[in-house]
């Protein structure tokens, strides 16, 4: 990415000045608005009043006191990049989460500038600060939950040890030139990680969620999927178009699959026009699909021999929302070095990221997922109907059960879904029994028996035969319920 030198940012960046308190995020912010032409907005005036009140007080803010806080600066830089104009905003994110939330609010390129410095200097700043309400007796606590965002992207680090005027200058020249490194004069340098090329191969509804993602934080995203009105949506948000997987492949790094089954994956890879046209050992697969692990091993194995390209399976957990958000689960099977190389990614779309053996590991393990989430969906459903005909609501049910020991982050997310009949689409019926039948395939080569998992993989049968296989898993309470109409 490169911006000529007479067009000092887009004039829809937002760029969010970060650290913990006392860095000069104010100052410093200003001055950068100044030099860009962009306007400012302080962080601290979006606080709620009970989070001043409490910082004020010297109690440190939770998670769920910031995410309101988060999502109403997000909103700011939203706004503003919808109206075609930059913004220059100061906020501690301290956390990668809290990071992430601003880049899903803001839509647009997020680039963060993270003022770094030591303890003792920031110590000496907050005890000379006498109008702000964050006492310096809260330092430990913010130190305690920074997450160096180093290996994140659009990142610029600089040490707050020079002038205001100098760090504006540097950081700000940096972005005149972004994309090639600013030397800094002082202790640190003005760094800045490069986008990802990244093919998104699949445009379906895991797909598309992962290129959004991706677009969103600032990679440069190509697209193939036979489906034009899937792909134009894309292009819409930013992605470009290619004609064929070769051709996403020749123009990008990581190339990720977000496919239905093996034989898609396999047509896909080794086809007319597909990924091994392109293919090269500088290159890395990073198959996001959920196929069965025995056809992982055998496609890997073939594509390196062939071509050199290196395949790492990453099936994945926590559907549309968790991608849109960065908060994937990703169970990964392949090289360690691969499984390295492609954090590149990986590390915009999820925030638990694994290693669990070679090729075809991931995917196993991503079939017992679906075990326990087609369990639970199924047991969800019928807490659902059982609350129902005792007079309970069913959507209090899971405060009433969080942090015991039936507590699942499905419950959480999906009881209140199932209990108001929302059908809207967060994965599909069909997919769920594929992927259970592959489970069932498996556990009959090695010969485990799985009676439970046998019941639940014929409720989606049923399900299917009903007509219900593309629609969302709270289909199950048409069933219940005795209406599959």
Same mark, same amino acid.
């Given at each position: 990415?490169?911006?000529?030198?007479?067009?000092?940012?887009?004039?829809?960046?937002? @760029?969010?000045?970060?650290?913990?308190?006392?860095?000069?995020?104010?100052?410093? %912010?200003?001055?950068?608005?100044?030099?860009?032409?962009?306007?400012?907005?302080?962080?601290?005036?979006?606080?709620? *009043?009970?989070?001043?009140?409490?910082?004020?007080?010297?109690?440190?803010?939770?998670?769920?006191?910031?995410?309101?806080?988060?999502?109403?600066? %997000?909103?700011?830089?939203?706004?503003?990049?919808?109206?075609?104009?930059?913004?220059?905003?100061?906020?501690?994110?301290?956390?990668? =989460?809290?990071? &992430?939330?601003?880049?899903?609010?803001?839509?647009?390129?997020?680039?963060?500038?993270?003022?770094?410095?030591?303890?003792?200097?920031?110590?000496?700043?907050?005890?000379?600060?006498?109008?702000?309400?964050?006492?310096? /007796? +809260? !330092?430990?606590?913010?130190?305690?939950?920074?997450?160096?965002?180093?290996?994140?992207?659009?990142?610029?680090?600089?040490?707050? &040890?020079?002038? $205001?005027?100098?760090?504006?200058?540097?950081?700000?020249?940096?972005?005149?030139?972004?994309?090639?490194?600013?030397?800094?004069?002082?202790?640190?340098?003005?760094?800045?990680?490069?986008?990802?090329?990244?093919?998104? $191969?699949? /445009?379906?509804?895991?797909?598309?969620?992962?290129?959004?993602?991706?677009?969103?934080?600032?990679?440069?995203?190509? $697209?193939? &999927? !036979?489906?034009?009105?899937? $792909?134009?949506?894309?292009?819409?948000?930013?992605?470009?178009?290619?004609?064929?997987?070769?051709?996403?492949? *020749?123009?990008?790094?990581? @190339?990720?699959?977000?496919?239905?089954?093996?034989?898609?994956?396999?047509?896909?890879?080794?086809?007319?026009?597909?990924?091994?046209?392109?293919?090269?050992?500088? #290159?890395?697969?990073?198959?996001? =699909?959920?196929?069965?692990?025995?056809?992982?091993?055998?496609?890997?194995?073939?594509?390196?021999?062939?071509?050199?390209?290196?395949? +790492?399976?990453?099936?994945? =957990?926590?559907?549309?929302?968790?991608?849109?958000?960065?908060?994937?689960?990703?169970?990964?099977?392949?090289?360690?070095?691969?499984?390295?190389?492609?954090?590149?990614?990986? *590390?915009?779309?999820?925030?638990?990221?694994?290693?669990?053996?070679?090729?075809?590991?991931?995917?196993?393990?991503?079939?017992?997922?679906?075990?326990?989430?087609?369990?639970?969906?199924?047991?969800?459903?019928?807490?659902?109907?059982?609350?129902?005909?005792?007079?309970?609501?069913?959507?209090?049910?899971?405060?009433?059960?969080?942090?015991?020991?039936?507590?699942?982050?499905?419950?959480?997310?999906?009881?209140?879904?199932? /209990?108001?009949?929302?059908?809207?689409?967060?994965?599909?019926?069909?997919?769920?029994?594929?992927?259970?039948?592959?489970?069932?395939?498996?556990?009959? #080569?090695?010969?485990?028996?799985?009676?439970?998992?046998?019941?639940?993989?014929?409720?989606?049968?049923?399900?299917?035969?009903?007509?219900?296989?593309?629609?969302?898993?709270?289909?199950?309470?048409?069933?219940?319920?005795?209406?599959?109409?």
């Amino acid at each position: 990415m490169s911006m000529a030198a007479s067009q000092p940012a887009s004039e829809s960046w937002s @760029i969010v000045v970060m650290g913990v308190s006392g860095c000069g995020k104010t100052s410093i %912010g200003i001055a950068i608005a100044a030099r860009l032409g962009l306007a400012f907005v302080e962080g601290d005036a979006l606080h709620p *009043r009970g989070n001043v009140e409490k910082m004020s007080a010297g109690i440190p803010l939770t998670d769920e006191d910031r995410w309101p806080w988060l999502d109403l600066l %997000g909103a700011a830089l939203r706004h503003a990049h919808e109206q075609g104009r930059g913004l220059v905003a100061s906020c501690s994110a301290l956390k990668k =989460s809290y990071r &992430d939330r601003l880049r899903h609010g803001a839509i647009g390129p997020v680039l963060f500038v993270f003022l770094d410095g030591s303890r003792a200097v920031l110590q000496a700043r907050l005890a000379e600060r006498r109008s702000h309400f964050f006492p310096p /007796a +809260l !330092l430990d606590s913010q130190f305690a939950t920074l997450e160096h965002p180093g290996d994140e992207p659009l990142v610029v680090t600089v040490d707050i &040890d020079a002038p $205001v005027d100098t760090i504006a200058d540097r950081v700000s020249q940096g972005l005149v030139h972004l994309g090639r490194p600013c030397q800094d004069q002082g202790k640190r340098h003005v760094e800045m990680t490069q986008p990802a090329k990244v093919a998104v $191969v699949g /445009a379906g509804i895991m797909g598309s969620a992962i290129a959004t993602r991706l677009i969103e934080t600032g990679q440069a995203v190509t $697209v193939f &999927d !036979l489906d034009k009105a899937k $792909v134009a949506a894309l292009t819409a948000k930013g992605a470009a178009a290619a004609a064929s997987a070769a051709e996403a492949t *020749r123009a990008s790094s990581f @190339i990720v699959l977000s496919l239905n089954h093996a034989n898609i994956v396999r047509s896909v890879v080794f086809g007319d026009g597909g990924v091994a046209a392109a293919a090269s050992s500088e #290159k890395l697969l990073i198959d996001m =699909s959920s196929i069965d692990p025995v056809d992982t091993a055998q496609m890997a194995g073939k594509l390196s021999a062939e071509t050199g390209m290196k395949w +790492l399976d990453c099936p994945l =957990s926590g559907g549309v929302p968790g991608a849109l958000a960065g908060r994937l689960t990703v169970m990964a099977g392949g090289e360690a070095e691969d499984f390295e190389q492609a954090r590149a990614v990986m *590390r915009h779309l999820c925030t638990n990221y694994t290693l669990m053996g070679p090729s075809g590991a991931g995917q196993t393990t991503k079939l017992i997922n679906q075990l326990f989430c087609a369990v639970l969906f199924q047991a969800v459903a019928e807490a659902v109907k059982l609350a129902e005909a005792g007079g309970v609501d069913p959507k209090a049910i899971p405060a009433a059960l969080k942090g015991g020991r039936a507590d699942s982050s499905i419950m959480q997310e999906f009881m209140a879904k199932f /209990a108001a009949r929302d059908f809207s689409a967060t994965g599909r019926i069909d997919n769920m029994l594929k992927d259970l039948d592959s489970l069932q395939a498996f556990a009959l #080569k090695t010969k485990t028996p799985m009676p439970m998992t046998g019941q639940v993989v014929e409720i989606h049968r049923l399900l299917c035969a009903a007509g219900l296989g593309p629609n969302d898993s709270a289909e199950m309470m048409r069933l219940l319920d005795g209406n599959t109409s």
